[in-house]
């Protein structure tokens, strides 16, 4: 079974947008948890420009099903996270200017630093997983840092697969295998889709859990747009 973590990023960025609380960031994962997904995600970015770190401690009570908190791991970043005490942290190698993760750590160039944040985090119970490019030299230094689990970053398998590139899961498959090999476990996540999810779950067996946004969030507006057009047409009669 591989869990579905819904990550909420894109509903602060909505709600950000006219400054209010439309949609409520907080309504928004008790209703997903209740219509089954199986953990939320968030993305905390230095800037606030979505999630705010408001939002990640007003989330902690409602999440019931896996809390996993996504970011790189800066000073206030670990001062959040330790508060927390999600079920998991992912870390995630982003510049500040980045519009969004744009690649996986170098492992073996930021072994020692690795090393202490993961020690840290699970001397506090905390789960952790690190985002790496379906490298496997990678997945050994990933290994060498005692983190629990990697996130392959999948947005060149996400990209291929749209071109009609099958074999853009060759590199996830043998970089998971290692992992698996090795005692890892294995998440994924950036731009998974109902278009690529399936084939992408079916290459890779041991894949514990999925977190996925962008896409989701854009496919429930378009799956849900008919319905509400109707809703206003009713009401507009
Ligand atoms: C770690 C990762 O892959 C990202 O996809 C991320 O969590 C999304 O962040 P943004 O919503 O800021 O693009
Ligand atoms: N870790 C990836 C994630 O949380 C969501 O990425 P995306 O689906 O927004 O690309």
Same mark, same amino acid.
């Given at each position: 079974m591989t869990k579905l973590s819904v990550n909420i990023n894109k509903i602060a960025t909505l709600r950000n947008s006219r400054g209010g609380d439309v949609p409520n960031?907080? @309504?928004?994962? %008790? &209703?997903? @948890? #209740?219509?089954?997904?199986?953990?939320?995600?968030?993305? !905390?970015?230095?800037?606030? #420009?979505?999630?705010?770190?408001?939002?990640? #401690?007003?989330? =902690? !009570?409602?999440?019931?099903?896996?809390?996993?908190? /996504?970011?790189?791991?800066? /000073?206030?970043?670990? +001062?959040?996270?330790?508060?927390? +005490?999600?079920? @998991?942290?992912?870390?995630? !190698?982003?510049? /500040? &200017?980045?519009? *969004?993760?744009?690649?996986?750590?170098?492992?073996? =160039?930021? %072994?020692?630093?690795?090393?202490?944040?993961?020690?840290?985090?699970? $001397?506090?119970?905390? #789960?952790?997983?690190?985002?790496?490019?379906?490298?496997? %030299? @990678?997945?050994?230094?990933? %290994?060498? *840092?005692?983190?629990?689990?990697?996130?392959?970053? *999948?947005?060149?398998?996400?990209? $291929?697969?749209?071109?009609g590139n099958k074999d853009a899961i060759k590199p996830y498959i043998k970089t998971a295998e290692l992992a698996h090999n090795l005692g890892i476990g294995i998440n994924a996540g950036h731009d998974l889709s109902l278009d690529n999810i399936k084939f992408f779950k079916d290459n890779i067996p041991s894949l514990l859990e999925v977190s996925i946004g962008h896409a989701l969030i854009a496919e429930s507006l378009y799956l849900g747009i008919e319905n509400v057009i109707q809703m206003y047409l009713h009401k507009l009669k």
């Open positions: 960031v907080v @309504q928004f994962a %008790k &209703d997903i @948890q #209740r219509f089954g997904a199986e953990g939320v995600t968030i993305h !905390p970015r230095p800037d606030e #420009r979505h999630i705010r770190y408001q939002d990640a #401690r007003d989330l =902690k !009570p409602v999440v019931f099903t896996e809390y996993n908190i /996504e970011g790189n791991p800066v /000073e206030s970043f670990l +001062k959040l996270v330790l508060e927390i +005490k999600p079920t @998991q942290v992912t870390l995630v !190698p982003d510049a /500040e &200017d980045a519009i *969004t993760s744009n690649a996986g750590w170098d492992t073996i =160039k930021h %072994k020692d630093f690795l090393v202490d944040v993961i020690k840290e985090f699970q $001397q506090n119970g905390i #789960r952790t997983s690190i985002f790496v490019d379906p490298i496997l %030299k @990678q997945i050994e230094g990933a %290994k060498a *840092t005692g983190a629990d689990r990697i996130e392959l970053y *999948t947005e060149a398998f996400a990209h $291929q697969y749209s071109l």
